[in-house]
């Protein structure tokens, strides 16, 4: 199977070259051992948006100049998500600004501390309250 055949299952939201994915967090690693069983091979950023009661996590990949996003919905009173460092050992970083600025614990994250901010810097200072 190829990776546009894949998708098209997931029936994504195109704009322009990007692909938008909405997935249950259930889902999410089993999405990206396939994702990276059909070549996709590396994650480019993730993103977390906070929408008022939920934290968006968005995880990005490049594959044939095309923009895969995958949006994960947490409840803000749960914001867990699994680390995806196994399948992408380059989502490390990512993982841990995702920490750091909008208090997503990530679990299994094989080093979860403080990237950027001191001690003394505001918890989660990309959270709107």
């Given amino acids: 199977m190829h990776v546009e055949s894949y998708l098209k299952r997931m029936r994504p939201k195109k704009e322009g070259e990007n692909l938008w994915i909405s997935l249950e967090r259930k889902k999410l690693l089993p999405t990206l051992k396939d994702l990276k069983s059909l070549g996709v091979s ?3 950023s993730i993103s ?3 929408e008022g009661k939920t934290i968006d ?3 990005h990949f490049i594959h044939k100049k095309k923009t895969i ?3 994960i919905s947490l409840d803000k009173k749960n914001c867990v998500v699994d680390s995806i460092t196994d399948i992408y050992p380059g989502a490390n970083l990512f993982e841990r600004e995702l920490y750091e600025m909008m208090g997503v614990q990530v679990k299994n994250h094989p080093n979860l501390k403080k990237l950027f ?4 810097s505001p ?3 990309l959270r709107r309250s």
Wanted: aromatic share 10%; glycine share 6%.
């Fill in 117 to 120: 901010l001191d001690k003394n």
């Fill in 48 to 50: 977390g948006v906070d």
């Fill in 69 to 71: 996003n995958f949006r």
């Fill in 123 to 125: 918890k989660n200072p």
């Fill in 42 to 44: 590396r994650v480019s």
């Fill in 57 to 59: 996590v968005i995880y």
